[in-house]
C-alpha cells in the first residue's frame, strides 16, 4: 500500500481500497525509519500525492492522525503535511545564477493550485487546525516557518540588509490564501506561545516578510 502511495500509482490504489476500504487508516511499518508509525494519509501528503490522500479520506482515513505525542523524534499531524506540501509548491523564485536573468518560478500555477485544493480539502473533510506537533508548533506556525523558507530574508542583527531576491506577487497570492484559509478553519493570529516570549507570531516574527501574513 505504502509503496504504491509513494509512487503515485492512483489506479492501484483505488483498486485496494475498493477490495478493502480499511486498509486507508492503515500504519506504516518501522522501516524504512522516516515512515515509521505514519498513516497512508500522511505519507501521501508528504510525497504530494494529492490525488490519492482525496481516495484516502473518502475511505475514512483520520484528517488528524499524528504517530505520537513526544518531542523525539519529530512528529506531525496530517495537516501539517498538507501544509508544507502548499507552501512548498507556491511560486516562488530559485535562483538561476544568469545574470541577465536570475530568477525562475520553482512551480508552476497548476502545481501551487492542486497544494493547496488539497490542503483545503483536508481541511473541509474535518482537519483540526488547532492540533499541534510534537513540539507544540500549531498550523499557523508550521505555514510560517516554512513560508520563511521560500521568502525573502530579514537579518535581524543587519536591518538595513536587503535580499537581493525579490518578493513577487505570484508567492504573495499563493501564501496569502493559505494563511488565509488556516485562519478561516479557525487558526488563532492571536495565539501567544510561552517559547516565544508570550508573543503572538506576527509580534515574534516583526519586521520580517511573512507578518503581512500574519495579521488580520
Known amino acids: 500500500m505504502f509503496t504504491e ?23 506504516a511499518a518501522k522501516t524504512p525509519k522516516k515512515y515509521a508509525g505514519q498513516s497512508t494519509l500522511q505519507v501521501a501528503y508528504r510525497h504530494g500525492q494529492f490525488e490519492i490522500a482525496a481516495l484516502l479520506l473518502e475511505a475514512g482515513a483520520d484528517p ?23 507552501v512548498q509548491r507556491s511560486r516562488w523564485l530559485a535562483p538561476t545564477w544568469r545574470e541577465e536573468d536570475p530568477w525562475r518560478f ?14 483545503e480539502h483536508l ?6 487546525v488547532g492540533v499541534t506537533d510534537s513540539y507544540g508548533n500549531t498550523s499557523l506556525a508550521r505555514a510560517t516557518l516554512d513560508a520563511r523558507q521560500i521568502l525573502p530574508s530579514y537579518h535581524h542583527n543587519d536591518p538595513d540588509w536587503v535580499d537581493p531576491k525579490p518578493l513577487n506577487p505570484e508567492l504573495v497570492e499563493d501564501l496569502r490564501r493559505i494563511f488565509d484559509t488556516l485562519v478561516s478553519h479557525g487558526a488563532d493570529l492571536d495565539h501567544v506561545d510561552p517559547r516565544s516570549g508570550d508573543k503572538t507570531l506576527a509580534d515574534f516574527y516583526g519586521p520580517e516578510p511573512v507578518t503581512q501574513f500574519l495579521r488580520a
Open 5 to 27: 502511495i509513494i509512487d503515485g500509482d492512483v489506479e492501484a490504489v483505488r483498486r485496494r481500497l475498493e477490495g478493502k476500504p480499511a486498509e486507508a487508516t492503515a500504519l
Open 123 to 128: 481541511l473541509d473533510s474535518g482537519a483540526d
Open 64 to 86: 488528524n492522525f499524528i504517530e505520537h505525542s513526544e518531542r523525539e523524534p519529530w512528529a506531525m499531524p496530517v495537516l501539517h503535511h498538507a501544509i508544507m506540501a502548499a
Open 106 to 119: 520553482r512551480n508552476t500555477a497548476e502545481r501551487a493550485d492542486d497544494a493547496f485544493a488539497a490542503l
